[in-house]
């Protein structure tokens, strides 16, 4: 029950934050590996700058072909070496990786981008809540090693995304030959710092209605009723329903439904999770000893540590500071509060130290469930206190 509840809420927490740090994955120390579909040897040198996580690989079947995922870290940057054995339409690539990847996100910004018969690149710059800057590059080409398509997909930061092309492009090979093959990277920096006369595209294909959300119970821009338990959630301005996030509402059927709300400027969301208080969910003190654990700190990936927990007979808030995965602080209020009718609602507010006290006044002021503001255990003056600053 209890590796249950962690992986659900774990679940949850990481999906806002966007992808978290290698620190607590399981590496291998070889420099090279071989493809699976391919035999294709792709080789990271010896330097111990960077280093496969081969947990992380997959192998998808496609209609007709094989697509395989190598996963590597370089420092924190995450890498994906894609092969497959047909060749694929670059252009009609691109459009499919821009629409998979835009609803995760808040913001979805196209740099630039190419494709031509043979090869395609783009670079794209996203935000995560809350508001966390994220670059992604990728390159790719067909008919390499005869029927083979190979490309690289690079997630870092803006601070660190050239350092980690130039490693690419300095260090990995593909059986003998460069991984990366488009000889000049330079503009790439252009793009990145704003110099550049290349207009960015912001993509918002993928920006919802109120009616999109209904069937998950939506009923208006600033409310929303849990389809599995009738639980009424009110809000108003700065808290918005994100209707660009493809996981602002997450149903379990039965199980627990959640609502994710932000504020206007990005920089504070609010998570709301109804459960039947059955189990673990009938005791705060489980959940007090869970989110001040080592474990949790370790499993979230995001270095979390409690600042301070607190106790009563219906409601636990734990407290906690974090770091998203290049370091970006963060603080984090969990809680969970059990009603009279036997349901459990957590509460998950991240912000910024910054606005922190203001996410849970704002909180306590302008969301309401079923009429009243769910109670957290610490106000948001004594939440301003534990920093000390």
């Known amino acids: 029950m209890k590796t249950t509840h962690m992986i659900l809420v774990l679940t949850f927490f990481l999906s806002s934050l966007g992808t978290s740090s290698a620190a607590v994955m399981a590496q291998t120390s070889e420099s090279t590996y071989t493809s699976v579909i391919s035999e294709l040897v792709i080789d990271i040198g010896a330097s111990g700058e960077a280093a496969f996580y081969p947990q992380y690989n997959q192998v998808l079947e496609g209609d007709g072909y094989q697509e395989e995922h190598i996963a590597l870290y370089h420092g924190v940057s995450l890498i994906y070496i894609t092969i497959t054995d047909t060749p694929t339409s670059p252009a009609d690539r ?7 990847q835009a609803p995760s996100v808040i913001s979805y910004t196209i740099l630039d981008e190419h494709a031509d018969e043979t090869s395609r690149w783009f670079l794209v710059s996203m935000r995560y809540l809350l508001d966390f800057p994220r670059i992604k590059y990728v390159e790719s080409y067909d008919a390499r090693f005869g029927q083979y398509s190979v490309g690289v ?34 503009h ?7 110099t550049s ?57 039965d199980q627990s439904d959640t609502i994710r709300l932000k504020t206007d400027d990005y920089q504070s969301q609010v998570s709301i999770r109804v459960e039947p208080a059955e189990g673990d969910n009938a005791d705060p003190q489980y959940w007090a000893d869970l989110w001040s654990s080592e474990e949790w700190g370790l499993a979230s990936g995001y270095n979390m540590t409690a600042i301070d927990a607190r106790v009563t007979e219906d409601t636990v808030t734990v407290v906690l500071n974090g770091s ?35 996410a849970v006044q704002q909180y306590e002021d302008l969301i309401q469930v079923n009429g009243t503001p769910i109670p957290l255990a610490f106000t948001p003056e004594e939440i301003d206190a534990l920093f000390g600053d």
């Open 94 to 100: 691109n459009e499919e990786a821009h629409a998979a």
């Open 153 to 186: 997909t690079v997630y870092s930061s803006p601070a660190l995304i050239t350092d980690t092309i130039d490693w690419l492009v300095t260090d990995v090979t593909i059986d003998g030959e460069p991984l990366m093959m488009m000889g000049d990277y330079s």
């Open 188 to 194: 790439l920096e252009s793009l990145l710092d704003g």
């Open 197 to 253: 006369d290349v207009t960015p595209t912001i993509y918002d294909d993928h920006a919802t209605t109120v009616l999109d959300w209904m069937r998950y119970g939506l009923i208006s821009r600033t409310q929303w009723e849990s389809p599995s338990f009738g639980t009424s959630v009110t809000w108003s301005d700065p808290w918005q329903f994100n209707f660009l996030r493809y996981s602002s509402i997450q149903i379990t059927a």
């Open 324 to 358: 998203g995965s290049y370091g970006e602080p963060f603080v984090a209020v969990f809680s969970m509060y059990i009603d009279d009718n036997g349901m459990a609602y957590f509460v998950d507010i991240l912000s910024t130290r910054e606005h922190v006290v203001d």
